[in-house]
């Protein structure tokens, strides 16, 4: 294959042609992209100054086509922005109508919008709703938790959540089928004291739902656990005849894990043992198994000693 020589002369000439080209070619990018161009961006609608009065739904998607004025710096620079766009849509004229126009109000948009980021129409331009009843309805706060405790520690004691309701205002057939109204997850690691925390609820995802308040407070009690040792007594059910049984052993061992600031508190009589003498009656059972019928709040069982009684019927 041959090889061209260029003379040093000539090596330079070619060096300063296609250096001369790169500049012209950068030069008319930089030219096209300072020239105004139109160009079109997808906008989330956000609602504001909602009816009081009506209740309504959008008949058409949440986001619209915005034409926008801009040089094509403001155009490259919105497309390497992918991050979500909104504009906010004032509802106060579906107080007496059924439709808002959006070229009538983009002197209010544009005025919180950059010079390089200004709008001119939208697609589409008129955004219609549907109206119905409006109910309130009171319902309860459900709580999402992911936990992580210490060694020897866990919650002690109910969650407390304040206020445990919360006020939804929306239309009827929405309103309806809401049941409960969802947290924000509470997620909190290697806890070892009582949480007495502020969190937030799910947001509202309807543009004509509301819901308040938006946060509540919540109190979670911990405390370390130990373990501890009772002597239960064993009572004996369903003994339809009225028979004379004997059971051997009448206490068993009840080994427990309880918090440390009612481990003085808790005695037998927060448990209650029992064996059913229709496992004999029934399906001929030559011991009876015991089972706790009753057992404190935030107590777990360890074990218990004897799981199985001996009983004697007298006849």
């Keep these: 294959m041959a090889i061209i020589k260029l003379s040093a002369t000539e090596r330079r000439r070619v060096s300063a042609f296609f250096t001369c080209m790169l500049l012209a070619v950068f030069a008319w990018i930089v030219t096209v992209l300072s020239n105004p161009h139109q160009y079109t961006v997808r906008e989330i609608l956000e609602f504001r100054n909602t009816p009081q009065k009506r209740a309504f739904h959008s008949l058409q998607s949440d986001t619209v086509n915005a034409i926008i004025n801009g040089t094509g710096w403001d155009m490259l620079f919105s497309k390497m922005n992918s991050g979500n766009k909104s504009v906010t849509v004032d509802l106060q004229t579906l107080e007496d109508k059924s439709y808002v126009v959006l070229g009538s109000q983009l002197d209010q948009i544009n005025s919180k919008r950059e010079n390089g980021q200004q709008i001119t129409r939208f697609i589409p331009d008129t955004l219609y709703f549907d109206f119905s009843n409006r109910k309130v309805k009171r319902i309860p706060v459900r709580l999402i938790m992911a936990l992580k405790y210490q060694r020897q520690f866990t919650q002690s004691g109910n969650i407390t959540i304040k206020p445990a309701y919360v006020i939804i205002n929306g239309p009827a057939n929405v309103i309806d089928k809401i049941t409960e109204w ?13 949480i007495n925390t502020l969190v937030n609820l799910q947001p509202v995802k309807e543009g004509n739902l509301s819901v308040y308040p938006k946060n509540v407070q919540v109190t ?89 009684i001996d009983f004697i019927i007298k006849k």
């Design 182 to 194: 969802r947290s924000d997850t509470l997620k909190l690691d290697s806890l070892g004291e009582t």
């Design 220 to 308: 979670i009690p911990v405390d370390e656990f130990t373990e501890k040792v009772l002597e239960v007594p064993v009572k004996l059910i369903n003994n339809h005849s009225y028979e004379d049984v004997k059971v051997f052993p009448q206490k068993v061992k009840v080994t427990f894990t309880t918090s440390l600031t009612r481990y003085e508190e808790i005695d037998e009589d927060f448990f209650e043992a029992t064996a059913d003498l229709d496992l004999w009656r029934l399906h001929g059972y030559k011991v009876l198994p015991v089972v706790l019928s009753k057992i404190p709040e935030y107590c777990r069982i360890v074990k218990i000693e004897p799981q199985n």
